[in-house]
């Protein structure tokens, strides 16, 4: 009920012809508590397991994470060896991973970490779960906007708290080819290499929401139509091609109280009846001094997916375009030293030659040729059909 | 000598009359200046006889009881004579040879215009005085005269002279016949006083002997009467309408009961009062009348849950015609759930709460309904933006039997439809609330009430939920006078409140949640006079509770949701009282009582035990217990204690002392900082403590300018142990085990109160200030984790510092203004302090719970009120009232709370009232 309130509140506001709602900068705070945070899920299988080590950061610090360099982290078993060792990725610092962990259900483990800093942190003991495959992930698109939901279910019931993530990625063309390339060392055009090609890409993007549902209260362990995405009309994403991956966890029932409060505290607005923000103890503690406050809460539990595809003619009318002009550049060297050049502002990228009573180039911007800028990139991912 | 009261009807006489009163100002204007003060009728016109030409004719053994009073300049003497016989039972008649004849007639009170008879019966006719005397539309004044005429209560000739003798009665309103609540009797010149209950009732016990017992009342106009006593005896005492002249009249009433009362920290608002606030919606506004009182707050504005010296919201006991009301509020909090139009006044107890009251620990708002008029059949309604209101009243049977039946509708539902955003138009919020009062006297010692509410609301918010909840209140109270000294009121009742949730948003998912709490209540409650100085009060209170904690269950047949449904509860908690009133000297009393209250929990109930000094969890259950049905399974009892002392020095001074002890065994629970309407209620059982309050207080006061102007200054200190606070994540809804997601709070509040009021006057109002504190602490070991590390943090409504001013000014009779301001701290919220990223999003961290404080407070309303003109023949009287709430359209914040957008994390701030708001209602009575 909490999100519906804030549109009482506009209700209110409507009938009395005012604002209600202004933006609140908080005393600035500067203490930084400085603790450690524990983000991931052990997965077993041949999926691999990511554990995302950083440290809370000052409110003015932005959205940069300070990631935690150089830490140890292990899986142990339940008699406290150790039987995995997960590696900092290179790619990503402060994230630690391993693929392929044998973990057996039923079974408890311990992610032990050990920082920099000589501090060791360790885990309540966490049981391995078994996750129901995902049922089907489907599509509507009632009016305009197109929601992605999931559907799941255990025959035994006893999956009971559930848990998805999505990796979604989309295939799209930049509005113009470009055929050419300004060679900046020696301020000539030259013609583009068909592997250089950069008017078609691919964009990835993960899941930032918490997505949980719990079955508890239903008689039978069924997740139905749960909302796991909503692209709103005539978004980029829908533009071409588009494909989602849904992965589904089983969370134990603390866990999921945990992210339940997280979720509340920082995803949904405020209400009329609103509850206290509030911070329940996660699962790692320092092994030396309880009182260290730690946050996160680790799950462990097999991953099932599925992914689907959405074609833009399969939800048409998509109000997606991307308007570009172009510009017509004369080929003599100072024009073409001050369109192509570094420090143009934009920095047009030549699409095509006209050979004419005046020669030259047509030029575009760089969003509306270079498919790159818009986030993706040109190496088609192996899933993609 | 007497006059045949036979012969001509009063048609004819009308018509003499009319043409006799042209002649008679030609007659009589010889002016006269007469002065008399207790002076024997017989003294007063043998003066007469000497310094005018008059004769007077009368019979002396009917008058011999009859004292003048009168201080009159340039008077001529029928205009003297009107003012010292109007309304007795006496007339005169003058005739053209100055002949001044004084006639006794059958029936009392009448008021005869002057010159009414100053003329002669030449005509030899005789006039049907009782007839006259029966007219209406004089009947409505009270006599001057009786206040001069000496009542003899008890035969003189029987019994001594030495000792007491108690006079009792009612006193009322003499238009409408309601009784009238809280008027003030002072004996002069014992000084002796007493107030009247809230049926009109008093009694008053005196050393026999003769007195001027004057009387007050706010609203109406002070009375007295000269008592002669000897016995014990009745005098029922009707009281004018307090209607200003243009003249400057000065009402004072009550004025000198905060000097003389033993209740500390007890305000009383009456509806004229309440009506004068400027409110958001033009409504009169019970609720958010208390808010402006010392010592009184609230989390927000939008909330009627209010908080009383640091107690939380559940902790008020709201009484509505002695019903209990669980949810006081409509639509959010945006109304309180009392039409105005049925409210005669509002009494808080915030300190010394009597020991007839217990359950909460905090205060008890006593809110009294009006009884319907008993001579003619009235309405009363309005037209404000949001809602309407009709209310009815009259007699059913003549003088005996009255009712009162009132409505009150919000059409917010047809707001929403037309607002044009298509958000709202699957979405409804509306209430409704109806009241019947009856009352019936079957004599002047048996009374009878008869008290029903009905409330009901919805709400559903762009949502396929919907939510609605509804109180509903009967009772039936039986007033009773054994005799004199000796009273009772016996009451019997049921309260019950429920919500229900019901939402079909996925056919398989739809379900129903529902809650409801019910009681029965029986009280019986006694008052004692043993002598002037020794007041008893005592009875016996008896709730039963039966509650359902909550039930979930498929709202339609496809639905897979499993029928969760909690086990009833069921509870009976008694108490007896006593209690003293002592008058040790004139300026010393004492009250002090005892109230000895105890609560079961009765099968049939499920109870769990749990391992010893570890947290209480879902794990840390070791064992569960049935009970059968009716057993007691767990009994908490103790004594309660309200002592109040009180001692008047000179130069209208006084200082009171006071110590109260309260339980309650009844919990709200609520995960949010307000009331809403999803909260529940929860009894005492082996795992939940009862709540327990202990209040110190110590007040002065002091009266100027002839008690034209109170000051007072009130220090408190308060304890509240076993009150519950929630886990994070706490479940409070279909929970099996509650006591696994609560922990014991205590917390101690302390405060001061500055007040300093004008009760009349064209400028009338009050200023008040508030300092208080409220710090609570959660250390309960078997809490598992605590807030703040087991340290003292403010509650959600600790606001240190809160200012009122409210001011009227009233340029004449028709039109008044009305100017408030309201300023407080901002009150404690919790804030974000650190950043961290989880899940792939940014977060945010918190502050130790409280930490911090929302921006000040601050609100400044106006209104303006213009009442219809005095003209007695019309179809109705209105009256309008306008204002703007909120007039500097300042944006209070009323919370803070913070979301990701994109990638940060952004704060915002959230007024209910963004800016200045505007109102008209228009109001009828006919």
Same mark, same amino acid.
């Given at each position: 009920?909490?999100?519906?309130?804030?549109?009482?509140?506009?209700?209110?506001?409507?009938?009395?012809?005012?604002?209600?709602?202004?933006?609140?900068?908080?005393?600035?705070?500067?203490?930084?508590?400085?603790?450690?945070?524990?983000?991931?899920?052990?997965?077993?299988?041949?999926?691999?397991?990511?554990?995302?080590?950083?440290?809370?950061?000052?409110?003015?610090?932005?959205?940069?994470?300070?990631?935690?360099?150089?830490?140890?982290?292990?899986?142990?078993?339940?008699?406290?060896?150790?039987?995995?060792?997960?590696?900092?990725?290179?790619?990503?610092?402060?994230?630690?991973?391993?693929?392929?962990?044998?973990?057996?259900?039923?079974?408890?483990? @311990?992610?032990?970490?050990?920082?920099?800093?000589?501090?060791?942190?360790?885990?309540?003991?966490?049981?391995?779960?078994?996750?129901?495959?995902? $049922?089907?992930?489907?599509?509507?698109?009632?009016?305009?906007?197109?929601?992605? +939901?999931?559907?799941?279910?255990?025959?035994?019931?006893?999956?009971?708290?559930?848990?998805?993530?999505?990796?979604?990625?989309?295939?799209?063309?930049?509005? +113009?080819?470009?055929?050419?390339?300004? $060679?900046?060392?020696?301020?000539?055009?030259?013609?583009?290499?068909?592997?250089?090609?950069?008017?078609?890409?691919?964009?990835?993007? +993960?899941? #930032?929401?918490?997505?949980?549902?719990?079955?508890? @209260?239903?008689?039978?362990?069924?997740?139905?139509?749960?909302?796991?995405?909503?692209?709103?009309?005539?978004?980029?994403?829908?533009?071409?091609?588009?494909?989602?991956?849904?992965?589904?966890?089983?969370?134990?029932?603390?866990?999921?109280?945990?992210?339940?409060?997280?979720?509340?505290?920082?995803?949904?607005?405020?209400?009329?009846?609103?509850?206290?923000?509030?911070?329940?103890?996660?699962?790692?503690?320092?092994?030396?001094?309880?009182?260290?406050?730690?946050?996160? +809460?680790?799950?462990?539990?097999?991953?099932?997916?599925?992914?689907?595809?959405?074609?833009?003619?399969?939800?048409?009318?998509?109000?997606?375009?991307?308007?570009?002009?172009?510009?017509?550049?004369?080929?003599?060297?100072?024009?073409? #030293?001050?369109?192509?050049?570094?420090?143009?502002?934009?920095?047009?990228?030549?699409?095509?030659?006209?050979?004419?009573?005046?020669?030259?180039?047509?030029?575009?911007?760089?969003?509306?040729?270079?498919?790159?800028?818009?986030?993706?990139?040109?190496?088609?991912?192996?899933?993609?059909? | 000598?007497?006059?045949?009261?036979?012969?001509?009807?009063?048609?004819? !006489?009308?018509?003499?009359?009319?043409?006799?009163?042209?002649?008679?100002?030609?007659?009589?204007?010889?002016?006269?200046?007469?002065?008399?003060?207790?002076?024997?009728?017989?003294?007063?016109?043998?003066?007469?006889?000497?310094?005018?030409?008059?004769?007077?004719?009368?019979?002396?053994?009917?008058?011999?009881?009859?004292?003048?009073?009168?201080?009159?300049?340039?008077?001529?003497?029928?205009?003297?004579?009107?003012?010292? !016989?109007?309304?007795?039972? &006496?007339?005169?008649?003058?005739?053209?040879?100055?002949?001044?004849?004084?006639?006794?007639?059958?029936?009392?009170?009448?008021?005869?215009?002057?010159?009414?008879?100053?003329?002669?019966?030449?005509?030899?006719?005789?006039?049907?005085?009782?007839?006259?005397?029966?007219?209406?539309?004089?009947?409505?004044?009270?006599?001057?005269?009786?206040?001069?005429?000496?009542? /003899?209560?008890?035969?003189?000739?029987?019994?001594?002279?030495?000792?007491?003798?108690?006079? %009792?009665?009612?006193?009322?309103?003499?238009?409408?016949?309601?009784?009238?609540?809280?008027?003030?009797?002072?004996?002069?010149?014992?000084?002796?006083?007493?107030?009247?209950?809230?049926?009109?009732?008093?009694?008053?016990?005196?050393?026999?002997?003769?007195?001027?017992?004057?009387?007050?009342?706010?609203?109406?106009? =002070?009375?007295?009467?000269?008592?002669?006593?000897?016995?014990?005896?009745?005098?029922?005492?009707?009281?004018?309408?307090?209607?200003?002249?243009?003249?400057?009249?000065?009402?004072?009433?009550?004025?000198?009961?905060?000097?003389?009362?033993?209740?500390?920290?007890?305000?009383?608002?009456?509806?004229?009062?309440?009506?004068?606030?400027?409110?958001?919606?033009?409504?009169?506004?019970?609720?958010?009348?208390?808010?402006?009182?010392?010592?009184?707050?609230?989390?927000?504005?939008?909330?009627?849950?209010?908080?009383?010296?640091?107690?939380?919201?559940?902790?008020?006991?709201?009484?509505?015609?002695?019903?209990?009301?669980?949810?006081?509020?409509?639509?959010?909090?945006?109304?309180?759930?009392?039409?105005?139009?049925?409210?005669?006044?509002?009494?808080?107890?915030?300190?010394?709460?009597?020991?007839?009251?217990?359950?909460?620990?905090?205060? *008890?708002? %006593?809110?009294?309904?009006?009884?319907?008029?008993?001579?003619?059949?009235?309405?009363?309604?309005?037209?404000?933006?949001?809602?309407?209101?009709?209310?009815? /009243?009259?007699?059913?049977?003549?003088?005996?039997?009255?009712?009162?039946?009132?409505?009150?509708?919000?059409?917010?539902?047809?707001?929403?439809?037309?607002?044009?955003?298509?958000?709202?138009?699957?979405?409804?919020?509306?209430?409704?609330?109806?009241?019947?009062?009856?009352?019936?006297?079957? %004599?002047?010692?048996?009374?009878?009430?008869?008290?029903?509410?009905?409330?009901?609301?919805?709400?559903?918010?762009?949502?396929?939920?919907?939510?609605?909840?509804?109180?509903?209140?009967?009772?039936?109270?039986?007033?009773?006078?054994?005799?004199?000294?000796?009273?009772? *009121? &016996?009451?019997?009742?049921?309260?019950?409140?429920?919500?229900?949730?019901?939402?079909?948003?996925?056919?398989?998912?739809?379900?129903?949640?529902?809650?409801?709490?019910?009681?029965?209540?029986?009280?019986?409650?006694?008052?004692?006079?043993?002598?002037?100085?020794?007041?008893?009060?005592?009875?016996?209170?008896?709730?039963?509770?039966?509650?359902?904690?909550?039930?979930?269950?498929?709202? =339609?047949?496809?639905?897979?949701?499993?029928?969760?449904?909690?086990?009833?509860?069921?509870?009976?908690?008694?108490?007896?009282?006593?209690?003293?009133?002592?008058?040790?000297?004139?300026? !010393?009393?004492?009250?002090?009582?005892?109230?000895?209250?105890?609560?079961?929990?009765?099968?049939?109930?499920?109870?769990?035990?749990?391992?010893?000094?570890?947290?209480?969890?879902?794990?840390?259950?070791?064992?569960?217990?049935?009970?059968?049905?009716?057993?007691?399974?767990?009994?908490?009892?103790?004594?309660?204690?309200?002592?109040?002392?009180?001692?008047?020095?000179?130069?209208?001074?006084?200082?009171?002392?006071?110590?109260?002890?309260?339980?309650?065994?009844?919990?709200?629970?609520?995960?949010?900082?307000?009331?809403?309407?999803?909260?529940?209620?929860?009894?005492?059982?082996?795992?939940?403590?009862?709540?327990?309050?202990?209040?110190?207080?110590?007040?002065?006061?002091?009266?100027?300018?002839?008690?034209?102007?109170?000051?007072?200054? /009130?220090?408190?200190?308060?304890?509240?142990?076993?009150?519950?606070?929630?886990?994070?994540?706490?479940?409070? !809804?279909?929970?099996?085990?509650?006591?696994?997601?609560?922990?014991?709070?205590?917390?101690?509040?302390?405060?001061?109160?500055?007040?300093?009021?004008?009760?009349?006057?064209?400028?009338?109002?009050?200023?008040?200030?508030?300092?208080?504190?409220?710090?609570?602490?959660?250390?309960?070991?078997?809490?598992?984790?605590?807030?703040?590390?087991?340290?003292?943090?403010?509650?959600?409504?600790?606001?240190?510092?809160?200012?009122?001013?409210?001011?009227?000014?009233?340029?004449?009779?028709?039109?008044?203004?009305?100017?408030?301001?309201?300023?407080?701290?901002?009150?404690?919220?919790?804030?974000?302090?650190?950043?961290?990223?989880?899940?792939?999003?940014?977060?945010?961290?918190?502050?130790?719970?409280?930490?911090?404080?929302?921006? %000040?407070?601050?609100?400044?309303?106006?209104?303006?009120?213009?009442?219809?003109?005095?003209?007695?023949?019309?179809?109705?009287?209105?009256?309008?009232?306008?204002?703007?709430?909120?007039?500097?359209?300042?944006? =209070?914040?009323?919370? *803070?709370?913070?979301?990701?957008?994109?990638?940060?994390?952004?704060?915002?701030?959230?007024?209910?009232?963004?800016?200045?708001?505007?109102?008209?209602?228009? =109001?009828?009575?006919?």
């Amino acid at each position: 009920m909490t999100k519906r309130i804030p549109i009482l509140i506009l209700l209110f506001c409507t009938i009395s012809v005012l604002q209600c709602r202004e933006k609140y900068d908080p005393p600035i705070i500067d203490s930084n508590p400085d603790f450690l945070v524990v983000d991931g899920i052990l997965v077993g299988g041949s999926d691999s397991t990511k554990i995302f080590l950083s440290r809370t950061r000052k409110l003015s610090e932005g959205d940069t994470s300070i990631v935690e360099k150089g830490a140890s982290v292990v899986v142990q078993d339940a008699n406290g060896n150790t039987i995995y060792l997960l590696q900092e990725l290179s790619s990503s610092p402060g994230t630690y991973g391993i693929a392929g962990m044998d973990l057996i259900a039923g079974n408890s483990y @311990k992610l032990r970490i050990a920082t920099l800093n000589g501090k060791s942190y360790i885990s309540d003991p966490i049981i391995f779960k078994n996750t129901p495959v995902i $049922d089907s992930v489907n599509w509507i698109k009632p009016e305009k906007d197109v929601t992605i +939901y999931v559907n799941a279910k255990d025959q035994q019931n006893n999956t009971r708290y559930y848990r998805w993530q999505y990796e979604e990625t989309w295939e799209y063309y930049s509005p +113009y080819q470009s055929g050419y390339i300004y $060679d900046q060392a020696n301020d000539d055009v030259l013609p583009r290499n068909p592997d250089d090609s950069i008017n078609h890409c691919w964009r990835t993007q +993960y899941s #930032r929401d918490l997505l949980i549902a719990s079955t508890e @209260k239903f008689s039978d362990d069924i997740v139905i139509n749960q909302v796991v995405r909503t692209i709103p009309y005539g978004a980029f994403e829908l533009g071409n091609k588009y494909s989602i991956l849904v992965k589904q966890y089983t969370l134990n029932k603390e866990g999921f109280d945990y992210l339940q409060i997280l979720k509340r505290v920082s995803e949904q607005s405020n209400s009329l009846f609103s509850a206290q923000p509030s911070q329940l103890a996660g699962n790692i503690h320092n092994s030396v001094d309880p009182n260290e406050t730690v946050i996160g +809460y680790i799950t462990a539990s097999q991953v099932s997916s599925k992914r689907i595809f959405i074609e833009r003619s399969e939800v048409e009318p998509w109000g997606y375009s991307l308007a570009c002009a172009t510009r017509f550049v004369p080929d003599n060297p100072d024009s073409i #030293r001050f369109y192509f050049q570094e420090g143009h502002y934009p920095q047009y990228i030549p699409l095509t030659y006209i050979n004419g009573i005046t020669s030259g180039y047509f030029a575009a911007e760089p969003a509306c040729t270079d498919c790159r800028i818009l986030g993706g990139v040109t190496r088609k991912p192996d899933f993609w059909q | 000598m007497r006059f045949s009261t036979k012969g001509i009807g009063p048609g004819f !006489l009308f018509v003499i009359l009319q043409m006799l009163t042209i002649s008679s100002f030609a007659q009589n204007r010889q002016l006269y200046n007469v002065k008399a003060d207790s002076l024997p009728f017989e003294k007063f016109i043998e003066n007469l006889e000497i310094q005018t030409e008059y004769r007077f004719f009368y019979r002396a053994s009917e008058l011999k009881d009859l004292n003048v009073n009168i201080n009159a300049k340039e008077k001529s003497i029928d205009e003297i004579l009107t003012l010292v !016989l109007q309304g007795s039972v &006496f007339h005169f008649f003058i005739d053209p040879r100055n002949y001044i004849y004084i006639t006794k007639a059958n029936s009392v009170a009448v008021n005869l215009p002057p010159n009414f008879f100053s003329t002669s019966l030449s005509s030899g006719d005789s006039l049907k005085l009782t007839d006259i005397i029966k007219d209406k539309k004089n009947k409505d004044k009270i006599s001057v005269s009786l206040e001069n005429k000496l009542i /003899e209560i008890g035969s003189k000739n029987r019994g001594s002279s030495a000792g007491n003798a108690t006079i %009792d009665g009612y006193i009322k309103d003499i238009k409408t016949g309601e009784p009238l609540a809280s008027a003030a009797l002072i004996a002069e010149p014992s000084n002796a006083g007493a107030v009247t209950d809230q049926f009109g009732y008093f009694s008053l016990s005196l050393p026999r002997g003769k007195y001027i017992i004057r009387i007050s009342s706010v609203g109406m106009k =002070n009375t007295m009467r000269q008592v002669a006593l000897y016995d014990d005896g009745k005098l029922n005492i009707e009281m004018e309408d307090f209607i200003p002249s243009l003249k400057a009249v000065i009402v004072v009433a009550d004025k000198v009961s905060n000097l003389k009362g033993l209740q500390m920290g007890m305000e009383k608002l009456s509806i004229k009062t309440i009506r004068q606030l400027p409110v958001a919606f033009g409504e009169a506004d019970v609720l958010r009348s208390i808010l402006t009182l010392p010592g009184v707050t609230s989390v927000g504005e939008a909330t009627t849950g209010f908080n009383v010296r640091g107690g939380s919201s559940d902790q008020n006991l709201v009484l509505f015609s002695d019903a209990a009301i669980y949810n006081p509020s409509h639509l959010f909090g945006f109304f309180s759930a009392f039409n105005p139009d049925v409210i005669q006044d509002v009494e808080l107890y915030k300190s010394s709460i009597p020991e007839k009251y217990g359950g909460r620990i905090s205060s *008890v708002l %006593d809110i009294n309904n009006r009884i319907g008029n008993k001579k003619k059949i009235t309405g009363i309604g309005g037209v404000s933006p949001l809602t309407s209101k009709l209310t009815i /009243e009259g007699p059913i049977v003549k003088d005996k039997t009255t009712f009162l039946i009132g409505g009150r509708s919000s059409y917010s539902d047809w707001i929403l439809k037309n607002i044009p955003n298509s958000e709202f138009h699957n979405s409804s919020a509306g209430f409704y609330d109806f009241d019947v009062h009856i009352n019936h006297e079957f %004599d002047n010692k048996n009374n009878l009430f008869i008290n029903a509410y009905f409330s009901n609301d919805h709400f559903k918010l762009n949502t396929d939920t919907v939510y609605r909840y509804r109180n509903e209140n009967f009772n039936l109270k039986w007033k009773h006078i054994f005799n004199n000294k000796l009273n009772a *009121v &016996f009451l019997f009742g049921h309260d019950y409140y429920n919500y229900t949730v019901t939402s079909d948003y996925i056919k398989e998912y739809a379900y129903k949640l529902a809650f409801d709490i019910g009681q029965y209540n029986f009280k019986s409650d006694f008052a004692y006079i043993v002598n002037p100085k020794h007041t008893l009060n005592f009875g016996i209170n008896s709730i039963y509770y039966q509650l359902h904690p909550g039930s979930y269950t498929p709202l =339609n047949s496809v639905s897979i949701v499993i029928p969760d449904v909690l086990k009833k509860e069921q509870g009976l908690e008694s108490a007896v009282y006593f209690g003293d009133k002592f008058d040790i000297t004139t300026n !010393l009393s004492v009250q002090a009582g005892i109230r000895y209250s105890a609560f079961s929990l009765m099968g049939p109930a499920s109870i769990y035990s749990y391992k010893q000094g570890v947290p209480r969890t879902d794990g840390s259950i070791t064992d569960s217990s049935t009970y059968s049905s009716g057993k007691f399974i767990k009994t908490y009892h103790g004594a309660e204690y309200r002592v109040s002392v009180r001692y008047s020095l000179p130069n209208s001074f006084s200082v009171k002392l006071a110590f109260n002890t309260l339980q309650q065994y009844i919990h709200m629970l609520s995960n949010s900082t307000i009331i809403s309407p999803t909260d529940t209620w929860k009894l005492s059982d082996p795992n939940i403590k009862p709540q327990y309050g202990a209040q110190y207080s110590l007040g002065l006061y002091k009266n100027l300018k002839s008690n034209a102007i109170e000051t007072s200054v /009130e220090f408190y200190y308060k304890r509240l142990n076993h009150y519950l606070d929630y886990k994070s994540g706490a479940k409070i !809804l279909l929970n099996q085990h509650i006591e696994t997601d609560v922990v014991n709070t205590r917390g101690y509040a302390y405060g001061a109160e500055l007040m300093i009021k004008k009760r009349s006057g064209k400028l009338n109002g009050w200023i008040s200030y508030t300092y208080s504190r409220t710090l609570l602490r959660q250390d309960d070991p078997l809490a598992g984790e605590t807030i703040n590390k087991g340290k003292y943090y403010p509650a959600n409504f600790d606001k240190p510092h809160i200012g009122n001013i409210v001011s009227n000014y009233k340029f004449s009779h028709r039109y008044s203004v009305s100017l408030d301001f309201a300023y407080s701290t901002g009150r404690p919220i919790t804030l974000p302090i650190a950043l961290y990223t989880y899940s792939g999003s940014q977060r945010v961290y918190y502050s130790d719970r409280n930490g911090y404080r929302i921006p %000040d407070y601050f609100r400044a309303d106006f209104s303006f009120n213009i009442e219809g003109n005095h003209k007695i023949k019309q179809l109705t009287h209105n009256s309008w009232s306008m204002g703007v709430y909120n007039l500097t359209g300042r944006k =209070n914040v009323y919370s *803070v709370y913070f979301v990701q957008e994109g990638s940060k994390i952004v704060g915002y701030k959230m007024s209910i009232f963004g800016s200045a708001i505007p109102y008209v209602t228009f =109001n009828f009575r006919f």
